[in-house]
Each structure stands twice: as C-alpha cells, then as structure tokens.
Nanobody, 120 residues
C-alpha cells in the first residue's frame, strides 16, 4: 500500500560526501516522522537521523555535525546529506516513515536499503 524507495548510495573515499533520497508513494493520508537508519555487518540497526513533520531533526552523536536530514512534505521525500564520511559510516542505509494511510490506520514502512561504502 505504501512504498519507500531510497537512492544515492555508492562508494566514496573517506572525507567525501553523498546525498541519499527517499520518496514515499502509495496510499498516504499524511506522514509523521521520517528517518534514516543504518546497519553495518555484525551490528544492530541504529538511528542515523529523524525529522517529524513541521519539527526539528534528531541526530546521534556519531553523525552530529556531519549529516543533515531534511524533507519536502509536498513531495513525500526525505533526504540525508552526508559529509566528512568515515569508514565506520559504511553500512546499508534504510529509510523509515510513520505513515497514516487512512483516518484510522497507521503503518511503519521501511525502504529496501541503499549501500554506502566509505573506503580508500
């Protein structure tokens, strides 16, 4: 009913930048929080950034000052600008959204993931 599609991942050198995009489509009444998570091999999935509709962003210390999340509500799209990338940022990055599909129904939706590799 609702899909999230990420794009923008790839291979970059340490210190480089990437911008990820995620567009939501389908039966959408409204979207509350949108965010980005990542999962590296052997580790649990962790929050990278989140942003509510009409609110300010949240970042963990590991990315604060380097990553910036933003959203375009008219396009149902969330972005993640990643600067000063480090090898430890290497992971599969997943888009997440808390979607209200009808007046009565809420759904948490995940994207398929996009791989970010930071290596020299």
């Amino acid at each position: 009913q609702v899909q999230l599609v990420e794009s923008g991942g790839g291979l970059v050198q340490p210190g480089g930048s990437l911008k990820l995009s995620c567009v939501a489509s389908g039966s959408i009444f409204s979207i509350n929080v949108m965010g980005w998570y990542r999962q590296a091999p052997g580790k649990q999935r962790e929050l990278v950034a989140s942003i509510p509709s009409g609110g300010g962003p949240t970042y963990p210390d590991s990315v604060k000052g380097r990553f910036t999340i933003s959203r375009d509500n008219a396009k149902n799209t969330v972005y993640l600008q990643m600067n000063s990338l480090k090898p430890e940022d290497t992971a599969a990055y997943y888009c997440n959204a808390d979607v209200r599909t009808t007046f009565w129904t809420y759904l948490e939706v995940w994207g398929q993931g996009t791989l970010v590799t930071v290596s020299s």
